[in-house]
């Protein structure tokens, strides 16, 4: 296997969820990927069969919701560490979207490095097990540590709720006035995958910071955009505050969690 990837155009680049909040963007971004089916059904035969002579595989497709995964674990465990390790076995370069709901039961305060994961969710266990087990197989796979993203609907893909949206359709909603967190605009998600796919194996936070409280940085937003919601505090939450300086080592940078609504602020003419 060629392992520059610094051309993704002369590579076979294979998305999986390109329907999906995430696979959407990064099929916008790269023009030339092949969109993968639905992987739910697939046994490890199927999957070798659709990753031959591909180059790399973005492997966004899980079931990321809390309470879906405590609901029905066996799905989500299949969806969300079989299918990667399924696909860590095909040879290609693998990139794959964690979360930071790895660092949902650090005992630290944040925020948080790579080394500090101890998951507290069903979902932040599976996500760092598979970045484990996924590693063990493909060590030159990367995995990105993502935010909770937000960006406005695009035409005929669904947009799942996200901060951005909720801060504009809802008439109330509460934050946390303790919780450290930041939201990512998926533009600058999608804007970095190429620089990404070069990144060397292991795990890396991938997204925007914040030094504010969730309630603050709401209370921006409304502010800014003169919204009519109603703001609460939602109580004391654990942070899921990440330090991203391993992927500014790489060349990587996002936009803070206040400049990146801004620039989407302007995308958008909000």
């Not at 916008?28 to 993968?36: D, G, K, M, R, Y």
Request: hydrophobic fraction near 40%; include cysteine.
């Amino acid at each position: 296997m060629n392992s520059d990837y610094r051309n993704l155009n002369e590579k076979r680049v294979l998305v999986t969820g390109p329907n999906g909040f995430v696979g959407s963007r990064i099929m916008q971004e790269l023009s030339n990927a092949i969109p993968a089916p639905s992987l739910r059904s697939f046994d490890a035969g199927l999957i070798e069969k659709l990753t031959d002579g591909i180059d790399i595989i973005i492997h966004t497709a899980a079931i990321s919701d809390i309470q879906t995964c405590e609901k029905y674990p066996d799905e989500a465990y299949h969806a969300n560490v079989e299918l990667p390790l399924m696909l860590a076995n095909c040879g290609a370069k693998l990139i794959v979207f964690s979360s930071g709901q790895v660092y949902s039961g650090s005992p630290k305060e944040g925020p948080y490095s790579e080394a500090d994961a101890l998951p507290a969710s069903l979902y932040g266990k599976q996500k760092l097990e598979m970045e484990q087990r996924v590693l063990d197989i493909n060590p030159e796979s990367v995995m990105l540590r993502a935010t909770w993203m937000y960006d406005m609907p695009i035409y005929g893909i669904p947009n799942r709720s996200n901060f951005l949206t909720d801060m504009l359709l809802k008439k109330e909603l509460s934050f946390s006035s303790t919780q450290h967190w930041a939201v990512t605009y998926v533009r600058e998600v999608s804007g970095n995958i190429r620089s990404a796919v070069s990144l060397p194996g292991g795990s890396y936070n991938f997204g925007s910071e914040n030094d504010l409280c969730m309630l603050e940085s709401a209370q921006w937003l409304k502010d800014r955009l003169q919204l009519p919601i109603l703001l609460s505090d939602a109580g004391p939450l654990h942070n899921l505050w990440m330090d991203c300086a391993k992927i500014r080592q790489h060349g990587i940078y996002f936009s803070n969690m206040l400049d990146g609504l801004e620039l989407c602020i302007r995308d958008y003419g909000l």
